[in-house]
């Protein structure tokens, strides 16, 4: 059964940083793309970031040069290194993967960006 674990939400300032983390089991992790998705309040999820298997890179343009992914293989677990935050980036984060056609959700982490 895939088993997705988001850690390391929190409060922070505004230009402050956070690092998420996307705990993965149930799956051969390294096989598979890992992406990260954000809810703001009142908002429809939105795409943030993805990492392919081969650790290719992609981003939303609002994040683009603040957010790094990063993905460990031996530790079964994705990251979300966010730097220079911003309030607008206030939401819940949630981890994500598709197999075999199959989406699969972490329960997600909040992050709140105020002063």
């Known amino acids: 059964q895939v088993q997705l674990v988001e850690s390391g939400g929190g409060l922070v300032q505004p230009g402050g940083s956070l690092r998420l983390s996307c705990a993965a089991s149930?799956?051969?992790?390294?096989?598979?793309?890992m992406s990260w998705y954000r809810q703001a309040p009142g908002k429809e999820r939105a795409f943030v970031a993805r990492i392919s298997s081969r650790a290719t890179t992609n981003y939303a343009d609002s994040v683009k040069g603040r957010f790094t992914i990063s993905r460990d293989n031996a530790k079964n677990t994705a990251y979300l290194q966010m730097n220079s935050l911003k309030i607008e980036d206030t939401a819940v984060y949630y981890c994500?993967?598709?197999?075999?056609?199959?989406?699969?959700w972490g329960q997600g982490t909040q992050v709140t960006v105020s002063s």
């Open positions: 994500y993967v598709t197999i075999r056609s199959r989406a699969s």
């Open positions: 149930g799956f051969t992790f390294s096989t598979y793309a």
